[in-house]
């Protein structure tokens, strides 16, 4: 068994073929997700798994250097959006880089999740709870 945080088999294997640049996108539950692009639907219930806790797990597997998110969300969902940014200068501070962080509007949003290699559905049920991550590298 893994002795790393991340168990789900899917995000695992995901998270270890994606290459620099590449892009993932977690979402809540009712984010619309492109037929064409990988759905790894971790919802159980309402906020069963909830945004947060998996954007941490994905954190500890993974090294981002792009963030991108909809304004919709600090503008709407400011609290849960404010745990994100929290989420995200903690991360910084441990790999010791910068993320570009990037606002679009939530149909721009909505359309650069096509470009995705996968989309990981969570439970969330806070509206605009959404972000994309951009792969980076360790060195």
Not at 36 to 52: C, E, K, N, W
Not at 107 to 124: D, N, P, Y
């Amino acid at each position: 068994m893994k002795k790393t945080t991340l168990l789900n088999s899917d995000i695992s294997y995901l998270l270890a073929t994606l290459g620099h640049t590449d892009e993932i996108t977690i979402c809540d539950a009712g984010l619309p997700i492109p037929d064409a692009v990988s759905r790894i639907d971790l919802a159980l219930t309402h906020g069963v798994p909830s945004f947060i806790d998996t954007v941490r797990v994905i954190l500890t597997e993974s090294q981002i250097e792009g963030v991108v998110m909809a304004q919709e969300f600090a503008d709407v969902s400011p609290e849960l959006h404010q745990a994100l940014m929290a989420e995200l200068e903690a991360e910084q501070a441990r790999c010791n880089k910068t993320f570009r962080i990037q606002y679009v509007s939530h149909e721009q949003f909505k359309l650069r999740t096509h470009e995705s290699k996968a989309v990981i559905r969570t439970g969330e049920c806070t509206p605009y709870a959404n972000v994309i991550f951009q792969a980076g590298v360790v060195f």
